[in-house]
Each structure stands twice: as C-alpha cells, then as structure tokens.
C-alpha cells in the first residue's frame, strides 16, 4: 500500500542553524500539507501546498518557513533560523481533495 | 477562527464501549473528521461526517449533530490497542486546505 515517507526521522540542530525537512507524498497525489505536533499537545496546520504554490497557511507559517516541491517527488519545509520553540514533531500529508489526509511517520525535530 | 475542545484523557475496560466528545466553533462548517494517533506515531484517518446522524465503521462509529455544534466517536468492543489519542478536526473551507485539529483525547484501554 503506498504511504508518504519522511526523512530523517529524528534532527537535531543548534539555534539559529537552518533546516530542511523532506517529505515524499503518494505519488499519484496533488495535495500536501506540514503540520507540527509539540510533545503532549494537539497536531497543529502549518501550510498545504497545491499546483506549486502555497494554497493556506497558518500563523505559525512565517517568514521562517518555507516549503517547496523540487522534483515530481519530494516537497521540503524549511526552517531558516531555528528556535528552541521549532522543537517538534513535523508531519508531512498528502491527498487528492477530500477529508480523509495520509500522514508520513514524522521527523522529530529538536533545538538545542 | 475554529476551536475543537475534547476531554483531555479517557479510561475504559476492555470490551466495553467508549464515547469521545468534541465541541466546536467555527466560522464555517464543512464537515467533522476523526483521527486516531498511537504513542510516537502518525495521525491515521478513521472517520468523516459531513451530514447529521451515525456513520459506522466497523467497531468505531462517529456521529454529528450541527444544530449542537457537536459530534463524537464511539469505539465499541475496545480492544488493548484502541489505546491512544484520538483528534477531533475540521475543515477551514471546503476544499479542506486548511485542518484545524482538536485538543485530542487520549483513550486508555485497561483490563
């Protein structure tokens, strides 16, 4: 059954140091999506992504981040100047419209 | 902006029948989703109610009342590993680009 990769699984950085998450959806989807889960609280919407723009994102969404769809696989989220605050869990999805998202595994992110 | 609140943890014995509530208010209403999220893992989509009433999957079933501005998830039969978080969310429009995510019940199943 196809399902939407991550990697790497776990990242760890120094503040102020950029980063780059990679994401690759279900191949035959057009919708993706960066969530972010701080340990022990709810999965929050950073941004979704369709045609090769940005189509919705949140407050959390600012000029700190950014995402991109390199090649017909991979879309990346990237953080320029981490924070401690930036220590989470990052889901990538995808879909093709609908309710109904498919969660990668997460990458684990941690600031020190 | 929308806003989903749900009981914070919830204990139940194997076999029985377990209700997770969610409340919520929002801007516009598109429709109610229910996510289940083992310990270290990813959200894994269970359910989706756009209509009023029951949908039933299996052992787990969600209902939905917009009059209320309320749904919520029954698993019935629990099972050990029924034991996680469970997210209400919604839709911000509806092409669903945009999910707000509940405050998340975390179910613990005992014997």
């Known amino acids: 059954e196809p399902e939407v990769t991550q990697t790497p699984s776990h990242q760890v950085t120094q503040m102020g140091q950029e980063v780059i998450l990679r994401c690759v959806p279900i191949s035959n989807h057009l919708y993706f999506y960066w969530y972010r889960q701080i340990l022990g609280q709810k999965v929050e919407f950073l941004v979704s992504f369709y045609n090769n723009e940005i189509s919705e994102k949140s407050e959390i969404f600012d000029d700190q981040f950014s995402v991109e769809r390199p090649d017909g696989s991979n879309f990346t989220l990237k953080i320029r100047s981490t924070k401690l605050e930036d220590s989470a869990m990052y889901f990538c999805?995808?879909?093709?419209?609908?309710?109904?998202?498919?969660f990668g595994p997460g990458t684990r992110l941690t600031v020190l | 902006g929308q806003s989903l609140e749900q009981p914070s943890e919830v204990t139940a014995v194997e076999g029985a029948i377990v209700q997770i509530n969610c409340t919520y208010q929002t801007s516009g209403f598109y429709g109610l989703s229910w996510y289940q999220q083992h310990d270290g893992g990813a959200p894994t989509f269970l359910s989706y109610?756009?209509?009023?009433g029951l949908e039933e999957t299996g052992r787990f079933s969600s209902f939905l009342s917009r009059s209320d501005s309320y749904g919520y998830l029954l698993l019935q039969e629990l099972q050990m590993k029924d034991s996680a978080s469970y997210f209400c969310a919604v839709p911000n429009s509806g092409g669903y680009q945009k999910v707000t995510f509940g405050t998340g019940t975390k179910l613990q199943v005992i014997p």
């Open positions: 109610n756009g209509l009023d």
């Open positions: 999805a995808s879909n093709n419209r609908g309710e109904e998202q498919f």
